[in-house]
Each structure stands twice: as C-alpha cells, then as structure tokens.
C-alpha cells in the first residue's frame, strides 16, 4: 500500500514537471504569437503600435526619405549592415523597426513607425550596455525621456560620434550647447578643458557625483603630478592634499579649486 502511494505521488509530480515546463514554454513564445513578426525585444507601446508589420527592407523608405536615405549611406550604422538584406539589423528598420505598415499607410508621424529620439528602446538591442550606464546613479536622463541619444549622436549622418577624431572643438560643442555655463571664455582658463569634457567626466552615467570619472583628488592627479611631487603647481601641497579633494567638499581647506572649469576671478581656479 505505501509502496503505491509513494508511486503515484512520484507520478504526480511528474506531471506537474511536465505542466509547469509546458507553462513555461508557453510564456516564453507567447509574445513571438501575439505579435506575429515584431521583435520581441522593441518596446510595449511600439510593439502594439507595429503589430503585424514586417520588416520590407530599406529601398521602400528611401522613396519617401531621400535626406534620411542620402546621409545614412555614409554612415556607421550603415557600413555595418547589408543594403539589400531585411531584417532587425539592417539598414533602416534596425533602428525604426519592421515599416510595412507605415509604408502601406503612406507614411506620417506617429503612424506605425519606432522614433528611437522618443524611445531609444531599439538602440539598446544592441547596445545593452549603454541601458546600464544610464541606469546608474548619476546619469543624463535619457531613460527618463527627458533627453535622447540624437542630442549627443547623429544617428543618420556619417559620424554617429559627436565629435571626430580630426577635431576636438566639436568634442566640447556637443556639449557646450546644453552646458553653457562651462563655455566661458575664462580670464583664467584651464588647459584641462582643451583635452574634452571627457578627460574628466563620463558621458552616459557614472558612479560619482556630477558624473564624474573619478571624485577624488586622483582626477586632478592624472596632469598634476610632477617629479618634485608633494609640490602641485608651484606650491607645496602635501598638507592640502590629505585633507580631502582638490576642487569640492566642505571640510577646512576642502574644495580650494572650485572653478575647475576656467575662472575669471583667480588664476589659481580657486572660485
Ligand atoms: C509613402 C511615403 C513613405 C514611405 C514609403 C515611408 N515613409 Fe516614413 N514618413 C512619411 C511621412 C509623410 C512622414 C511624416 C514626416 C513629417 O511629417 O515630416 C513619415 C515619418 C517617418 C518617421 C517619423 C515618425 C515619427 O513619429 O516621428 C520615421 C522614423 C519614418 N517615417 C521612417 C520610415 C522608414 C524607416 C520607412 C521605410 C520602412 C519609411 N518611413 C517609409 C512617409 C513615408
Ligand atoms: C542607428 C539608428 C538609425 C538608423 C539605422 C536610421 N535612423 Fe532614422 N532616426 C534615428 C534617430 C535616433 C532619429 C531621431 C532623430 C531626432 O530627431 O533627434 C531618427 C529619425 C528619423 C526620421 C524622423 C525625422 C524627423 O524629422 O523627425 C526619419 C524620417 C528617419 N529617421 C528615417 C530613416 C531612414 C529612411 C533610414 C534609413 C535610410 C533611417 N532613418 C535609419 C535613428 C536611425
Ligand atoms: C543592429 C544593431 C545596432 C543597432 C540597432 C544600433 N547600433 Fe549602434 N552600432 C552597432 C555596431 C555593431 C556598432 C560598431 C560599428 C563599428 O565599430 O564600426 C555601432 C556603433 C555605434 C556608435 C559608435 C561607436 C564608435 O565607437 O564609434 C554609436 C555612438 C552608436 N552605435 C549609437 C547607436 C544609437 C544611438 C542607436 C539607436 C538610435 C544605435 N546605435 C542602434 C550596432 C547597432
Ligand atoms: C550627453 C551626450 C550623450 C548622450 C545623450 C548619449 N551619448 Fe553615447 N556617447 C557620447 C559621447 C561623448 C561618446 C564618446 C565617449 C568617449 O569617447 O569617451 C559616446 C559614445 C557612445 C558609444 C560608443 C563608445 C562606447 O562606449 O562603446 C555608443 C555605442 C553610444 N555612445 C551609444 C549611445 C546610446 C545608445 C545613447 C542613447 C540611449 C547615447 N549614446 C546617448 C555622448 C552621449
Ligand atoms: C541636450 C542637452 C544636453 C547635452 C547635449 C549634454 N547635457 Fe549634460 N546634462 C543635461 C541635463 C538635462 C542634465 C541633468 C541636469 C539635472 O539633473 O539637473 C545634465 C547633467 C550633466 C552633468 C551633471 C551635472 C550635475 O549638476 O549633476 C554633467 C557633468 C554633464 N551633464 C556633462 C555633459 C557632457 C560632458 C556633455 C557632452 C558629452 C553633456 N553633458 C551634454 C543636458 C545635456
Ligand atoms: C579637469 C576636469 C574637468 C573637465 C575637463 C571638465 N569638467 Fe566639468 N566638472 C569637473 C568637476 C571636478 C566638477 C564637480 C565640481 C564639484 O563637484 O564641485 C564638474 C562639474 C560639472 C558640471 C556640474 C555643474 C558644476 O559646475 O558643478 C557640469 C554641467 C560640467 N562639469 C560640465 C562640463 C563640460 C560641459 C565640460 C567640457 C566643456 C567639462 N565639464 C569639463 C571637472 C571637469
Ligand atoms: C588633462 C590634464 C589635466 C587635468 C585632468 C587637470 N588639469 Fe589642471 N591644468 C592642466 C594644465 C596643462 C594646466 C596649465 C599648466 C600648469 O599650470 O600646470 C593646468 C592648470 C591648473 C591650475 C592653475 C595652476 C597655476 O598655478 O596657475 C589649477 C589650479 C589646476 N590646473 C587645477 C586642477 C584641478 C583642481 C584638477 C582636478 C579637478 C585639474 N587641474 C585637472 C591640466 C590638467
């Protein structure tokens, strides 16, 4: 009698293992059939939006887009699919998702078609590690839709960069035109500024406060160690520098160099 019991409570379990497999299974497809081609990894609100559309491959846009079309040709994104192929990573759907149905209703803004400068969703397909760097602490607020990836990259035109390797002014403008602040001129100007924003700060998101590379007193280290180290400059720092960093914080002797962008009140950046 227990023998049996035990039997049929192993057989039991076997079809709840088989129950719960299938369940899962189910869940795991179940978006590929709701949605018949899109993919699953667009965004919810695009995914209704282009539910039943498929990918028709980029000659039907170049028709209507010739600008669009013209820039792309030259460009990064462009040099890494194939022209003649359709699909998720080619050409211009990679980024707008599948168009037949915004081709077949003649086009139009918000007519079945993805906007990565609303939602960069179709971006982080294949840039899944930007999606984090966003997401940490201290970051531009791209996932919160109050800025996109196009304010900083052109996403049709031949540098996706902001800035070339052949020029270091765009560089500083692709920010400068937010930050105004930072633009100066200085009286005083920090040579620093001249190496790009970047020397000195992340892009996307940081760790650090203002987003900083890093909060300390190795920032400014980086440049400022000479071979009469303890001497900083032309002065002796070795007091200054244990008692916290260069350019913030609020301790004694804290936060000498606040003007780290340039100043036009002292030479020394100290406000
Ligand atoms: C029959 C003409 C036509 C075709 C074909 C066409 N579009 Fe459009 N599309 C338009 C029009 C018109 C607009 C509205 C533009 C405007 O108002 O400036 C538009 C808008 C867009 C927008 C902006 C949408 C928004 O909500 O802001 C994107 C992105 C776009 N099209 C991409 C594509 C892509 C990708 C293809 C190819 C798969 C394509 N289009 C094919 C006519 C077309
Ligand atoms: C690498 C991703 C990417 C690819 C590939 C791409 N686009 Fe775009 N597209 C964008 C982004 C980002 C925007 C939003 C730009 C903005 O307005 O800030 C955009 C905007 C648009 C718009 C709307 C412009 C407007 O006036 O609002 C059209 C139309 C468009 N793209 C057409 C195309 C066509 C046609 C192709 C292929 C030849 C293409 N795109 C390929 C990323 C892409
Ligand atoms: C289908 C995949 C795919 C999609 C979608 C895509 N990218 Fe890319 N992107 C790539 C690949 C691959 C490279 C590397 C190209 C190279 O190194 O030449 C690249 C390069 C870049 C670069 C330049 C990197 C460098 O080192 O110069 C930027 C910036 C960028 N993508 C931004 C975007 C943005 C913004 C979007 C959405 C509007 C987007 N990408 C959508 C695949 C993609
Ligand atoms: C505030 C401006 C800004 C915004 C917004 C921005 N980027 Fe960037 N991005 C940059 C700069 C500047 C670089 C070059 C960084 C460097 O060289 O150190 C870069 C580099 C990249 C690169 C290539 C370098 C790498 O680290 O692999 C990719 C890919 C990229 N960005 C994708 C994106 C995507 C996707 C978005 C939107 C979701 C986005 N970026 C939004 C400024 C921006
Ligand atoms: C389209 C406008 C825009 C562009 C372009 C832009 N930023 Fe920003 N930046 C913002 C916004 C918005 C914030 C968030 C401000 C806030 O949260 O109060 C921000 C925040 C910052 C902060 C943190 C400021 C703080 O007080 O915490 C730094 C540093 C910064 N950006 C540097 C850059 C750099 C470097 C670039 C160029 C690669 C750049 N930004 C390009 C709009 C922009
Ligand atoms: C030499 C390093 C360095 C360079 C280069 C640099 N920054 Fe900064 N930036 C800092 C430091 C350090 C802070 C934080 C100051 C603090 O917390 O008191 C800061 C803060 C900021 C802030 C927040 C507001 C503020 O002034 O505290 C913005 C915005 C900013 N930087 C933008 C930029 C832009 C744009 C560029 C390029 C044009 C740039 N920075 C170049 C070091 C630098
Ligand atoms: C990319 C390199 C670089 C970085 C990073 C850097 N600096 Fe500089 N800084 C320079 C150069 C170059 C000069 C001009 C030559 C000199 O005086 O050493 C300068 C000059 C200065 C001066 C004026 C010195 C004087 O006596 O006239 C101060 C103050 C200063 N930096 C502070 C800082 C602080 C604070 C940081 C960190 C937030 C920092 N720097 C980060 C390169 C850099």
Known sequence: MRKRTRRSGRRNNYHLLIAAGALVFSLAFFPRHAFGLVDERTPLQNRLALKGAEYVGSEDCEACHEKEAREFKLSTHSRISLPD???????????????????????????????????????????????????????????????????????????????????????????????????????????????????????????????????????????????????????????RLIRGSCFSGGGVGEGCHTAVHGSNFHNRLTH
């Open 85 to 239: 192929q359709k699909g998720p990573s080619h050409g211009c759907e990679m980024c707008h998702g599948p168009g037949s149905l915004h081709v077949d209703a003649g086009g139009g803004r918000g007519v079945h078609i993805v906007n990565p400068k609303k939602d960069p969703s179709t971006c982080f397909n294949c840039h899944l590690d930007k999606k984090a760097e966003f997401r940490l602490p201290y970051h531009h607020p791209v996932l919160e839709g109050k800025m996109s990836c196009s304010d900083c990259h052109s996403a049709h035109g031949m540098e996706i960069r902001p800035w070339s390797s052949t020029t270091l002014d765009d560089t500083n403008e692709a920010c400068l035109k937010c930050h105004e602040a930072q633009r100066g001129p200085f009286v005083w100007e920090h040579e620093a500024m001249r190496e790009g924003c970047t020397i000195c700060h992340k892009v996307h998101g940081s760790i650090h406060d203002k987003m900083l590379i890093v909060r300390d007193n190795n920032l400014c280290l980086r440049c400022h160690t000479q071979s009469n180290f303890q001497h900083v400059g032309k002065s002796y720092h070795e007091d």
